[in-house]
């Protein structure tokens, strides 16, 4: 099968479409045939070897965490599923392939094109993982930085459907469209501190970091001196600072129900994640370049 494959850690360079050996479902597995996979900040972070202590990698590797797609075959004792079904969620051998193992995935909608599906798995289950971790409430102030990802973006419509005040940090190309998805943004940069203080005279409540590049120092200064209510997803030094960095563990029955819901607010036109480009798979690197160079707007997609 076609595939995106990595020998080694590094840049992009090291990203090369061949050919692997399809996967086997073993027991209880499902294979999947990949139509459409999502582009992560993760996987260039995996790629670099970045996160190995959360994240370790067997090469060669396949990169790709989230997809959109049809059940292609079944394990032994497997019955939930039947060939043809349209799921999407996550793969355990890599997404970037013409076929994977699936890890957790949920029945597809049929009113939801395979694109879409492929935004949701991952923003969807970071945004409100890190949400339940700050405890955000009704009538409190989040202070969310990168509030124009697509972790962002989700993030921003689940805490101002929770009746929380978003101030999201974006650059000022991304302002109006933050305002529509009922953010009050800010630009990043120096004086940061001083516009969010403007913006947020009440205070902040609690602190998102979805962007990383030296947030924390200013988020801690906001929080009062405190690291209390402040999670990140994208500093990988967050320890140096005190504050937890949040690599996932959400339990596989609530990464399915928060997926379905997900689905449905989305059918429903109430949460969305714009696709802001799609790539063929021998364009693979191109894309995670583009994703690592940042200030991308909605959703990076693969389609196979």
């Given at each position: 099968?076609?595939?995106?494959?990595?020998?080694?850690f590094?840049?992009?360079?090291?990203?090369?479409?061949?050919?692997?050996?399809?996967?086997?479902?073993?027991?209880g597995?499902?294979?999947?045939?990949?139509?459409?996979?999502?582009?992560?900040?993760?996987?260039?972070?995996?790629?670099?070897?970045?996160?190995?202590?959360?994240?370790?990698?067997?090469?060669?590797?396949?990169?790709?965490?989230?997809?959109?797609?049809?059940?292609?075959?079944?394990?032994?004792?497997?019955?939930?599923?039947?060939?043809g079904d349209?799921?999407?969620?996550?793969?355990?051998?890599g997404?970037?392939?013409?076929?994977?193992?699936?890890?957790?995935?949920?029945?597809?909608?049929?009113?939801?094109?395979?694109?879409?599906?492929?935004?949701?798995?991952?923003?969807?289950?970071?945004?409100q993982?890190?949400?339940?971790?700050?405890?955000?409430?009704?009538?409190?102030?989040?202070?969310?930085?990168?509030?124009?990802?697509?972790?962002?973006?989700?993030a921003?419509?689940?805490?101002?459907?929770?009746?929380?005040?978003?101030?999201?940090?974006?650059?000022?190309?991304?302002?109006?469209?933050?305002?529509?998805?009922?953010?009050?943004?800010?630009?990043?940069?120096?004086?940061?501190?001083d516009?969010?203080?403007?913006?947020?005279?009440?205070?902040?409540?609690?602190?998102?970091?979805?962007?990383?590049?030296?947030?924390?120092?200013?988020?801690?200064?906001?929080?009062?001196?405190?690291?209390?209510?402040?999670?990140?997803?994208?500093?990988?030094?967050?320890?140096?600072?005190?504050?937890?960095?949040s690599?996932?563990?959400?339990?596989?029955?609530?990464?399915?129900?928060?997926?379905?819901?997900?689905?449905?607010?989305?059918?429903?036109?109430?949460?969305?994640?714009?696709?802001?480009?799609?790539?063929?798979?021998?364009?693979?690197?191109?894309?995670?370049?583009?994703?690592e160079?940042?200030?991308?707007?909605?959703?990076?997609?693969?389609?196979?």
């Amino acid at each position: 099968m076609r595939a995106i494959i990595y020998n080694e850690f590094g840049g992009a360079e090291v990203l090369h479409h061949g050919h692997t050996d399809k996967p086997e479902p073993a027991p209880g597995e499902v294979r999947v045939k990949v139509v459409t996979v999502g582009v992560n900040p993760l996987d260039y972070k995996r790629r670099y070897g970045w996160v190995e202590q959360f994240y370790p990698t067997t090469f060669p590797a396949v990169p790709g965490l989230e997809f959109a797609g049809t059940v292609d075959a079944l394990g032994e004792g497997v019955s939930e599923w039947a060939v043809g079904d349209e799921v999407f969620g996550w793969t355990r051998t890599g997404a970037y392939a013409e076929y994977a193992i699936a890890g957790d995935i949920v029945a597809k909608p049929a009113e939801l094109s395979f694109a879409v599906a492929a935004t949701l798995p991952v923003a969807g289950e970071t945004a409100q993982r890190v949400l339940d971790q700050l405890g955000l409430k009704e009538g409190e102030t989040l202070l969310l930085h990168g509030a124009a990802g697509a972790v962002g973006q989700v993030a921003v419509q689940l805490a101002v459907a929770l009746g929380a005040t978003v101030i999201g940090t974006a650059s000022p190309a991304n302002h109006d469209f933050l305002r529509t998805l009922g953010a009050v943004p800010v630009a990043y940069g120096d004086g940061l501190a001083d516009r969010v203080r403007a913006a947020a005279p009440q205070g902040i409540d609690a602190v998102f970091d979805a962007a990383g590049h030296d947030a924390l120092p200013v988020s801690i200064e906001l929080r009062g001196g405190t690291t209390e209510r402040i999670v990140t997803i994208a500093d990988t030094r967050a320890e140096e600072y005190g504050v937890p960095f949040s690599p996932g563990g959400t339990p596989p029955e609530a990464v399915r129900a928060g997926l379905a819901a997900q689905a449905r607010l989305a059918v429903e036109g109430r949460l969305a994640v714009p696709v802001a480009e799609t790539f063929p798979l021998a364009d693979a690197a191109k894309a995670q370049e583009l994703s690592e160079a940042g200030h991308v707007r909605g959703k990076l997609i693969i389609e196979i």
